[in-house]
């Protein structure tokens, strides 16, 4: 079965460290997103990319953190330095999506468990 | 400000038993409606999508309902079992065209069945 991967699973740091996430959306996607998820939250929209074009960034702390897209196999979220704050689990999920697309789904990885101490 | 609004919080059950679970939602332009699965430690499945003209959608055990007039729906578990222990996430598509592609996100409902 085709899925989402992230890596790494886990990451915990210390405060003012970089962390880089990693994740490989489904071949043939389109539309790759990061979330952010917290008890107090639910998910968060950090970023959004068609096509490898970020489209939406809004959601992020522009000062520590950053998304890319190197290629159409592999999409990054790094945060430089980390806080504390960050602590949460990151998602990433990609998609076929079309403008004025309707019926689209959505496929999630498994996420990225990340505590800064 | 777009809102989606999930009740009960938490839900305890017995296996067996049927249960449902609301959402509320205030989106717009209103594109879609889904009911995420999301089991402890993994990432939401989807489990139904339902546009403007469909009010009623099911996949095995699970039945979603859409008032679009009212904008609420509903998720329906029949003969729960334990393996449905999971937070439920309502979630609704805002469209409008071009490179717009919202998703609204509910704090989800977190249903315990026991045996």
């Known amino acids: 079965d085709a899925r989402v991967t992230q890596t790494p699973r886990h990451k915990v740091t210390e405060m003012g460290q970089e962390v880089t996430m990693r994740c490989q959306p489904i071949l043939g996607h389109n539309t790759v997103f990061w979330y952010r998820q917290t008890m107090m939250q639910g998910l968060e929209l950090l970023a959004y990319?068609?096509?490898?074009?970020?489209?939406?960034d809004s959601g992020m702390p522009k000062d520590r953190f950053s998304a890319e897209m190197p290629d159409a196999t592999l999409a990054t979220l790094k945060i430089q330095p980390s806080e504390p704050r960050d602590s949460a689990v990151y998602f990433c999920a990609s998609g076929f999506l079309i403008p004025r697309g309707t019926n689209e789904k959505l496929f999630f990885g498994s996420g990225t468990q990340l505590s800064v101490l | 400000k777009n809102q989606v609004e999930q009740s009960p919080q938490s839900l305890i059950i017995l296996e067996g038993k049927n249960c449902t679970l609301q959402c509320n939602y205030t989106v717009s332009p209103f594109s879609n409606l889904r009911w995420y699965k999301q089991d402890t430690g993994r990432g939401p499945v989807s489990l139904t999508i339902m546009t403007f003209s469909e009010n009623t959608k099911s996949n095995g055990r699970y039945t979603a309902t859409l008032d679009a007039d009212t904008k609420q729906s509903s998720l329906h578990i029949t003969a729960s079992q334990l393996s449905d222990s999971a937070s439920y996430i309502c979630?609704?598509?805002?469209?409008?065209?071009?490179?717009?592609?919202?998703?609204?996100f509910g704090k989800g409902t977190l249903l315990t069945v026991n045996p």
């Open positions: 979630v609704v598509s805002a469209n409008s065209g071009g490179s717009n592609y919202k998703l609204t």
């Open positions: 990319f068609r096509n490898r074009a970020p489209l939406d």
